[in-house]
């Protein structure tokens, strides 16, 4: 298992910016991939975003064009860049990590963003 520890949540007005970071306390290079879902309430968890090892990304289609996920293997760390924010992305957000052939092998405990109008 890989533990994982989220940061940068906080309150903003809608239009700002905010970066979450998900530090693992395990090197990431052999982690094939790390992202995000958020989970609102009375929602359903939503993936916002991935990275795999090779540097591809995917995005939601609500958070295209407005956030960005990177990752720094040398400070074991995955990023998440929110411009734009709306009050729709009010969440609860979580950082994952995913092994090929075995599935998720670490969450974080999450980080609550709040949006306001």
């Known amino acids: 298992q890989v533990q994982l520890v989220e940061s940068g949540g906080g309150l903003v007005q809608a239009g700002r910016s905010l970066r979450l970071s998900c530090a693992a306390s395990?090197?990431?290079?052999?982690?094939?991939?790390m992202g995000w879902y958020r989970q609102a309430p009375g929602k359903q968890r939503e993936l916002v975003a991935y990275?795999?090892?090779?540097?591809?990304?995917y995005y939601g289609d609500s958070v295209k064009g407005r956030f960005t996920i990177s990752r720094d293997d040398a400070k074991n760390t995955v990023y998440l860049q929110m411009n734009s924010l709306i009050p729709a992305d009010t969440a609860v957000y979580y950082c994952?990590?995913?092994?090929?052939?075995?599935?998720?092998?670490?969450w974080g405990l999450g980080t609550q963003v709040t949006v306001s109008s």
């Open positions: 994952y990590a995913q092994r090929s052939g075995v599935g998720f092998v670490g």
């Open positions: 395990v090197s990431i290079f052999s982690i094939n991939a």
């Open positions: 990275v795999t090892s090779d540097g591809r990304t």
